[in-house]
């Protein structure tokens, strides 16, 4: 930074930042969720979102159920929370959520509880799963917490 600075003299400002954190992603992190007789009907929609992050859009009567499927499948490898949970939290920044925002959201968020990853596949046959080794978008303090240096 010192000799960046001294090479540009007075001619600009330097501004560092940095995109919230990555997280290495062992195989065994690596997880893939299907349509199934057990998950499909209780879905609005399908899974959207993130591979870290997955937004579920249920039935209404489906909602614990749901959460039920991901803690017999995954365990405490995600957190199942409500929208309105996450908005009480405020994990996704003060204030409360647009009305757009929490219907693109749905109902459920499955959060990462660390580096495991998940993504919605619908193909049939396809067994190609998860293939990044690294993914962001979790809720880690270290992610959460964004460098920004300004010289």
Known sequence: MARLYTAIGRKARIVVTADHGLLDAPPASRHTLRPSTDLTPL??????????????HTRD???????????RRFGNRFYVISVDEAEQLELFGPGP???VTKERMGDLIA?????HMIEYNAARGSARGVLLNCHHSGLTADEMRIPLVIA
């Open 43 to 56: 879905l609005r929609y399908p899974p959207s979102g993130d591979t870290r992050i997955m937004f579920l």
């Open 61 to 71: 009567w489906a909602r614990a159920r749901v959460r039920g499927h991901f803690e």
């Open 97 to 99: 959520l647009s009305p």
């Open 111 to 115: 959060i990462s509880s660390g580096a």
